[in-house]
């Protein structure tokens, strides 16, 4: 026989999609043609199991093959799958957007029992070969017994051909007469970089042969390394002293005569589909090593394997982090019946967790025809859902199964579980009692735990440390008094702070440096005198009038109250509602909108001088003499510099006059112990 006309196009589609405008990304349509190989190949096995093609051995090797000719400029697709007659043809290639996995599932509907996982043998995505050629055929053999060879080319992704083939072994051979465009594909390593990508774990076998010159020319003489043996040699000779003739031990020998077994170049059996009592340490460690190109091993993971009401099949990885900044680099891969779609597809995936590492497989995602995003429906809410109470259970269970593991790697994957309860309420109130501080005592304790411990010293109140180095020395005035905070020294801590006290109304979630404790201060045995009261409130203007007019700010508000640590001269305190309008100022700081609303606003610094040290007691006295000590004023502005050293870093103008003031001041010690 002998055809030719033009592509019919289902009018619903009869929009551009030849050549490039049928997907984004030009390498796509490796993906496509080799899945729809893999495609016939399942769908013979199908009719294989179904009784349907009792004439194929029950041993059958099936395979997909992609062949790359560079010189020639021919990239093939070869399988041993279901093949195609004259009629398939004409309606599923020739009819554009016409689905073969449609029809196949609608002819077998009963005996496939709603299986569905025939990916869409030549549908749209066959066309994608015009994306990369000037050329495509089509050499095919239905694998129906009586069934004649068929073979389909087209030139121009239009105008069609349609003769009698010559293949006598059942399959079908897509080839493509590469253009320019896609001739970089042609280069054996972007071909395997790009099936790598796309087609590590689809179900079948995948092979590549790439065909090259020979790199010897081919009027030059080869190398002849024969051993040359008389008759009477040959035959007296045993097999040892052969061997031993050439130079090769026993297992040389046989190494050489076995032929070397192929492997292909992906996995049809990912750990993913395994059940998970069957898979061990090792397997899941060696997969994401394999997969993630990650040499640490993960923390831990979860393997997903849900089969109603939806198939969904994965495992998540909990990555160790090199550094709090690595949470960036997370990778969660989308794939639909082992065949790759994308990375991080924030619709199917909680967003929190598109910071783990992990592949999870959605045969019945709902994808358009590039396969390349989703449309937004219940079942991605549901599975999303379900991924979600997935791993807030095996927190949970980790949590409490093994205490001392779990805070092992709190560190690690706090972050992950902070930032999912900001972006999921319904994540908080499934694992808000295994979520953790590490204090400043070096434990591990829980929300709960924690205001339980410190109830009696500051009831429902929770302090934490933001930089442990800036705020040493309030960690160690707490320390003394047998005072804890929480370290919450991460980005995603300063939000998390005001979501904690969000969920927890009636909690006060405040800095380290926001307020004295009442603990950290000396309680006098008996109250005060009127007299006494008032001479403290004079001493306390008369310190605000002079460390205002020494550090020139007028809107210092100054305190004296008795600490019991009294190797402290001073601390600086900024309220807690002023610290987080600051992070709002530099979060915002570059918005036009944002900088005139913070214009006016000023911190609410409050410096607290310890009347208990004796350099206060030194100013405290200097200030009420009628001549004040000359160095009251450059103490003073090194005591205001100290407080301020722990509340935050000084500048390099300050700094430098830091510097200079210690060394005055040690010089005048050392004149005095002249």
């Not at 076998?205 to 790199?215: A, G, K, T, Y």
């Not at 409050?606 to 100013?619: D, G, H, P, R, S």
Request: net charge negative; charged share 30%; hydrophobic share 40%.
């Amino acid at each position: 026989m002998n055809e030719t006309g033009n592509l019919s196009m289902n009018s619903e589609n009869f929009l551009p999609i030849i050549k490039k405008w049928l997907y984004t990304d030009k390498d796509i349509f490796l993906r496509e043609l080799v899945s729809n190989a893999c495609d016939a190949v399942t769908k013979l096995k199908k009719l294989m199991l179904m009784g349907e093609a009792d004439h194929i051995p029950a041993d059958e090797t099936f395979f997909v093959r992609v062949v790359v000719n560079p010189k020639e400029k021919i990239l093939q697709i070869v399988d041993n799958g279901i093949g195609m007659t004259h009629e398939e043809i004409k309606k599923y290639i020739n009819q554009i957007a016409f689905s073969g996995a449609a029809d196949f599932l609608a002819k077998y509907q009963e005996k496939t029992e709603g299986d569905q996982e025939i990916i869409g043998h030549f549908g749209l995505g066959f066309y994608s070969a015009f994306m990369v050629a000037n050329k495509v055929e089509i050499d095919t053999l239905s694998y129906q017994p009586d069934a004649a060879a068929a073979k389909w080319s087209c030139a121009d992704g239009i105008d069609y051909e349609m003769t009698d083939g010559t293949r006598t072994e059942r399959g079908t051979t897509i080839t493509l007469y590469v253009s320019e465009d896609g001739e970089e594909f042609l280069d054996e390593s972007k071909l395997y970089e790009t099936l790598q990508k796309y087609c590590a774990f689809m179900p079948v076998p995948i092979f590549v042969d790439v065909i090259s010159e020979e790199d010897a020319p081919a009027d030059e003489p080869s190398q002849d390394n024969t051993i040359h043996l008389s008759a009477e040699e040959a035959t007296s000779l045993s097999k040892e002293e052969l061997l031993e003739k050439v130079g090769k031990t026993e297992e040389e020998s046989e190494a050489e005569a076995a032929p070397e077994e192929p492997k292909p170049l992906n996995d049809p059996f990912p750990l993913w589909l395994k059940q998970p009592k069957d898979c061990t340490e090792e397997e899941y460690k060696a997969f994401y090593h394999k997969v993630f190109f990650d040499l640490n091993d993960p923390l831990f993971w979860i393997h997903l394997n849900m089969d109603y009401p939806f198939r969904l099949k994965g495992i998540l990885y909990f990555p160790k982090l090199a550094e709090q900044m690595d949470i960036v680099e997370g990778q969660i891969k989308l794939y639909s019946n082992q065949v790759y779609i994308a990375d991080n597809i924030k619709e199917v995936v909680p967003e929190f967790l598109l910071l783990l590492k992990g592949v999870l497989d959605c045969p019945d995602m709902p994808l358009n025809v590039s396969r390349s995003a989703l449309q937004n429906d219940g079942y991605v809410e549901k599975m999303n859902s379900y991924i979600t109470k997935k791993v807030a259970d095996k927190l949970n269970q980790l949590f409490k199964s093994d205490r001392t593991a779990y805070e092992g790697f709190w560190d690690d994957i706090g972050m992950f579980f902070k930032y999912g309860c900001m972006r999921e309420e319904s994540l908080y109130d499934k694992i808000k009692d295994a979520l953790l501080f590490k204090t400043t005592d070096g434990v591990y304790e829980t929300i709960s735990e924690y205001l339980e411990k410190n109830k009696e010293k500051h009831e429902n109140k929770i302090f934490f440390v933001s930089d442990e180095n800036q705020q040493a020395q309030y960690i160690r005035m707490f320390r003394e008094q047998g005072l804890e905070a929480a370290i919450l020294t991460s980005p995603v801590d300063k939000p998390f702070v005001s979501f904690l006290e969000y969920k927890n109304p009636g909690v006060k979630v405040q800095r380290i440096d926001a307020d004295i404790a009442d603990t950290l201060q000396e309680k006098a045995e008996t109250e005060d005198s009127e007299a006494k009261k008032q001479a403290d409130a004079y001493a306390a203007t008369q310190m605000e009038t002079l460390f205002r007019r020494v550090v020139g700010n007028e809107q210092l508000t100054v305190k004296i109250e008795p600490l019991k640590a009294q190797h402290v001269s001073a601390v600086m305190l900024l309220s807690e509602e002023s610290r987080r309008m600051l992070e709002m100022m530099e979060a915002y700081g570059n918005n036009d909108m944002y900088k005139a609303m913070f214009a006016q606003v000023k911190p609410e610094e409050t410096l607290v001088l310890n009347k208990n040290n004796k350099l206060i007691q030194f100013l405290l006295a200097s200030a009420g003499k009628d001549a004040p000590d000359a160095d009251s004023d450059m103490i003073c502005r090194q005591v205001y510099d100290l407080a301020l050293m722990s509340h935050r870093s000084l500048t390099s103008e300050e700094m430098t006059a830091f510097i200079d003031r210690s060394s005055r001041i040690l010089e005048k010690l050392a004149e005095l112990e002249q």
